[in-house]
């Protein structure tokens, strides 16, 4: 602030206003670089998972399948006769559920963000961005 004490308080409002927006500037530019890494990893992570999520996808109608044809085996009726509202099964790799509404809920969805985010940090380490996470 000494170099602005001997100027009139006009330039000194035009030095100060400069220096912001040159700062400012800086800081869009960084941020648009960042922004571009973060885009480029979505897409590379996208292209590089796309055959997993289809995959998972025919998973997943292959189990809702599964648990709609052999219901009464996966979910036994309660032998008191009374409906259940959610009837889940518990299994190694995870638990599901089957709702009496006739939909199929994957009851492990924190674990599954959980490894797309380990995927995603992965990947970045790979291609050398990882600091823009």
């Known amino acids: 602030m000494k170099q602005l004490e ?5 330039e000194q409002a035009a030095e100060l206003m400069e220096e912001i927006a040159t700062l400012n500037a800086q800081i869009t530019q960084h941020t648009d670089e960042a922004n571009k890494q973060i885009d480029k990893i979505k897409n590379d992570l996208s292209v590089k998972t796309e055959e997993w999520v289809k995959k998972s996808e025919n998973l997943n109608i292959e189990l809702e399948h599964l648990a709609e044809t052999h219901k009464n085996e996966l979910f036994p009726p309660d032998p008191t006769g009374k409906a259940k509202k959610i009837m889940s ?45």
Request: aromatic share 4%.
């Open 89 to 133: 099964l518990k299994l190694k790799s995870g638990e599901f559920g089957f709702k009496t509404t006739s939909s199929l809920e994957i009851l492990n969805i924190e674990q599954t963000a959980k490894l797309i985010e380990v995927g995603k940090r992965k990947l970045a380490e790979q291609t050398g961005i990882a600091s823009a996470l």
């Open 6 to 10: 001997n100027k009139l308080p006009v």
